[in-house]
């Protein structure tokens, strides 16, 4: 199983980006879909999770300003960041709680490899 992210880069204080990740390989069933961030010097943080069911979380950080997204048909999970502020300035990975079979009952934890927003003032 592999995660794809993309859709970093550089943007100007206010404006937006869009991140993709698509995950591939064997894949059974993906349950939740969460994207995380760290900055240098700081620990990976939980950004905004996106449930089968369709319910969301995000971090008091971006609420209002970041909405997560699911395609489960392409096992794929979006985060749509407006509003984006220095603050914001990270490398952004993608995780999804993926089960590989039918035989295989548990969820394991696969991760994107990250990509990088940078946010100048």
């Known amino acids: 199983v592999q995660l794809q992210a993309s859709g970093g880069g550089l943007v100007q204080a206010g404006g937006s980006l869009r991140l993709s990740c698509a995950a591939s390989g064997s894949i059974f069933m993906i349950r939740a879909m969460d994207w995380y961030r760290q900055a240098p010097g700081n620990q990976r943080e939980l950004v905004a999770t996106?449930?089968?069911?369709?319910?969301?979380n995000y971090a008091d950080s971006v609420k209002g300003r970041f909405t997560i997204s699911r395609d489960n048909a392409k096992n794929a999970v979006y985060l749509q960041m407006n509003s984006l502020s220095p603050e914001d300035t990270a490398v952004y990975y993608c995780?999804?709680?993926?089960?590989?079979?039918?035989?295989?009952?548990?969820?394991?934890?696969?991760w994107g490899q990250g990509t990088l927003v940078t946010v100048s003032s």
């Open positions: 995780k999804g709680q993926i089960r590989r079979s039918w035989s295989e009952f548990s969820f394991r934890d696969y």
């Open positions: 996106a449930n089968t069911d369709g319910s969301t």
